[in-house]
């Protein structure tokens, strides 16, 4: 995947939920389509 899909993922969700904690942009990352088993740092 590349950068830009990963960082317009990141404002789209934050935009949806507001301020997250790391544990839980990742909790919903791992269930996006655009998952391929690496966690966000």
């Known amino acids: 995947m590349s950068k830009l ?3 317009l993922y990141l404002i789209n969700l ?3 939920k507001g301020a997250m904690t790391l544990k839980e942009i990742n909790d919903c990352y ?3 389509s655009l998952y391929e088993g690496e966690e966000i740092l």
């Open 14 to 16: 934050m935009e949806r």
């Open 5 to 7: 899909k990963k960082c």
């Open 30 to 32: 791992e269930y996006s």
